[in-house]
C-alpha cells in the first residue's frame, strides 16, 4: 500500500564552499555578493515589453500561476486569471520572456515563458538581448522568496497577511514598472551563471521529485484510511460473518443480523440556545475546530442571529457540507451555525458519525441529493437528511468498531501529518538553497575563482 521511494541527498549548506571574499550589494534581500560579481540595475539586463495586440497577432492566450508558472490557457489546472473577451486588450509575450503579475508578483506569480502568446494587461513581459546574461539564471532570481520579499517596500493594494509559519498569504499589492526598475541584481560572469542554473535544475528536479513523491504517500493514506472506514461500517470487523442483502443498490451485502433504519429514527436533532461568550464552533472536512482570530473558513454565519449551542460530544452534520465529508462528534462546547445538523443519539455517535462520512467517500449524498450549489448536495432541511438509511450494528459491534477506527485513523493522520512536514521542509530547504546559489553565498560546483 505504501510507495517506496530514496531520499535525496540534503546538502549541508553550512558546510558548502563559499567563494574567497565577498563586498556589500546595499540590498537587503541580496546581502553580501562575492568580489568578482558586479551589482547592476536591472535596466541593463532587461528591458520592459510593451508590444500590444492590437490589431490581434495571436489568439493564443497565456496564463501565469503560482503554482505553474506560464502557461498556455488552454492547458488543464492551468490556474491565472480569467480570459478576457477582447483579445486587442492584450499585451504580447515572447519565448524566454520573463512574464510577471503586476499584482501577485510579491508572493511569486512570476515565471518565465516558453510559448509566444497574448498575456493580460495586468502582467509584466522583460526580455534580455544581452549575450552575459542568462535568463534561466535570472528566472531563479524572480522566483525567490528573497528577491519577492523586496518588493514588499514597492506594494500598493490590500494589507499583506502572514501565515503561522511565516509565509505569505493571498494578497493584492501592485509593484510598479518605475518601482521595477529602481531594483538591482547580481550579475556573476556569464560561465558562473550557467553553472548554478545547471546546479539549481538538478536539485530541484530532485526536491520536487521527493515532493510529488510524498504528495502521492498522501494520497495513498488517505485512499487505505477511506478503505479501512468503508469496510468497516459496512461489513463489520468479523469477515466471517454471515451476509445477507441490503436491498439498498449501492451498498449490497452487509451482515445478516445489522439493522438498516432512517437517520431521523436514529439520530435526534437538537436546538440548543446560543451560549454566552462562547468559542465558534466550525464542522468541516478536516474535523470539528475552533474558529481562530478573523479567519473565515466560509463555515460560519453571517448573522449573530443565527447560531445556535453545541455542547462537547454532540454529533454535527453540515447540511451543505456533508458531501465532503463535513462531518464530525465535536471536540468543543460553544455555537455553529444553524446551517448544521446539531444531533444526539442512543447508538454510539462516533460509529453513525463514521458511517455518515462512508457516504461522502462513496458519493452516495450526490446521488440521493438535488444539488443547489454545482457538485454539492444540500441536506439543510432536516426531513430530507433524516430520509437517509443508516446501518445500526448491535451496540458492542458499534462500540468496537469505533475503536478500531479511532486507532486506525489516528495512526493513518500522524503519518500524514509527518509527510505534510517533510513536505514544507523540503520546499523551506529549496527556498534556501535557491537564495544561496542566486547570491552567491555558496559556490556551486565547477566555478574557478581566478
Not at 113 to 131: E, F, H, M, N, R
Not at 279 to 302: A, F, R
Amino acid at each position: 500500500m505504501y510507495q517506496e521511494f530514496r531520499e535525496i541527498r540534503v546538502i549541508d549548506l553550512a558546510n558548502v564552499p563559499k567563494y574567497k571574499s565577498y563586498k556589500e550589494s546595499g540590498e537587503e534581500w541580496i546581502g553580501s555578493i562575492p568580489t568578482n560579481w558586479e551589482l547592476v540595475p536591472i535596466r541593463a539586463i532587461f528591458k520592459f515589453r510593451n508590444e500590444k495586440n492590437d490589431p490581434v497577432k495571436t489568439e493564443n492566450i497565456l496564463s501565469l500561476s503560482i503554482a505553474h508558472g506560464v502557461t498556455e490557457y488552454s492547458e488543464e489546472g492551468r490556474g491565472g486569471n480569467k480570459r478576457k473577451d477582447d483579445l486587442s486588450a492584450y499585451k504580447i509575450a515572447h519565448p524566454k520572456d520573463i512574464v510577471m503579475n503586476s499584482m501577485n508578483v510579491i508572493v511569486g506569480a512570476v515565471g518565465m515563458s516558453k510559448y509566444y502568446g497574448a498575456i493580460s494587461p495586468v502582467y509584466y513581459a522583460l526580455y534580455t538581448q544581452k549575450d552575459d546574461a542568462l535568463v534561466e539564471y535570472y528566472e531563479k532570481i524572480f522566483l525567490n522568496e528573497g528577491f519577492q520579499r523586496g518588493l514588499l517596500k514597492f506594494g500598493k493594494g490590500i494589507l499583506i497577511k502572514l501565515s503561522g509559519t511565516g509565509k505569505l498569504n493571498t494578497i493584492r499589492m501592485k509593484v510598479s514598472t518605475n518601482d521595477l526598475k529602481t531594483l538591482y541584481f547580481p550579475k556573476p560572469p556569464i560561465a558562473e551563471q550557467k553553472l548554478i542554473y545547471s546546479f539549481l535544475e538538478n536539485k530541484i528536479s530532485q526536491i520536487d521529485e521527493a515532493i510529488g513523491i510524498k504528495k502521492r504517500q498522501i494520497e495513498l493514506l488517505k485512499e487505505r484510511s477511506q478503505v479501512i472506514i468503508q469496510n468497516a461500517v459496512t461489513q463489520g470487523l468479523e469477515p466471517s460473518t454471515l451476509k445477507k442483502e441490503s436491498g439498498i443498490q449501492w451498498l449490497g451485502e452487509i451482515p445478516s443480523h445489522w439493522k438498516i433504519a432512517l437517520a431521523k429514527h436514529s439520530l435526534q436533532k437538537l436546538e440548543r440556545p446560543r451560549k454566552q461568550n462562547g468559542d465558534t464552533v466550525i464542522c468541516s472536512n478536516h474535523g470539528c475546530t475552533k474558529l481562530l482570530g478573523d479567519v473565515n473558513q466560509g463555515l460560519v454565519s453571517l448573522t449573530q442571529h443565527d447560531y445556535q449551542g453545541v455542547n462537547e460530544g454532540d454529533l454535527l452534520v453540515h447540511g451543505m457540507d456533508a458531501w465532503h465529508g463535513a462531518i464530525a462528534i465535536s471536540k468543543h462546547s460553544g455555537d455553529c451555525t444553524s446551517v448544521v445538523h446539531v444531533c444526539d443519539s442512543k447508538h454510539n455517535k462516533g460509529f453513525i458519525a463514521y458511517f455518515l462520512k462512508m457516504l461522502a467517500i462513496m458519493n452516495v449524498y450526490k446521488v440521493i441529493s438535488n444539488g443547489v450549489r454545482q457538485n454539492t448536495s444540500d441536506f439543510r432541511s432536516w426531513s430530507k437528511f433524516g430520509d437517509i438509511e443508516i446501518l445500526i450494528p448491535p451496540r458492542d459491534e458499534q462500540d468496537a468498531i469505533e475503536s478500531f477506527l479511532d486507532q486506525q485513523i489516528s495512526k493513518t493522520e500522524q503519518a500524514i501529518s509527518l509527510a505534510e512536514q517533510q513536505i514544507i521542509k523540503l520546499k523551506e530547504y529549496k527556498a534556501t538553497l535557491i537564495d544561496k546559489a542566486v547570491t552567491g553565498k555558496i559556490k556551486v560546483p565547477g566555478v574557478i575563482e581566478g
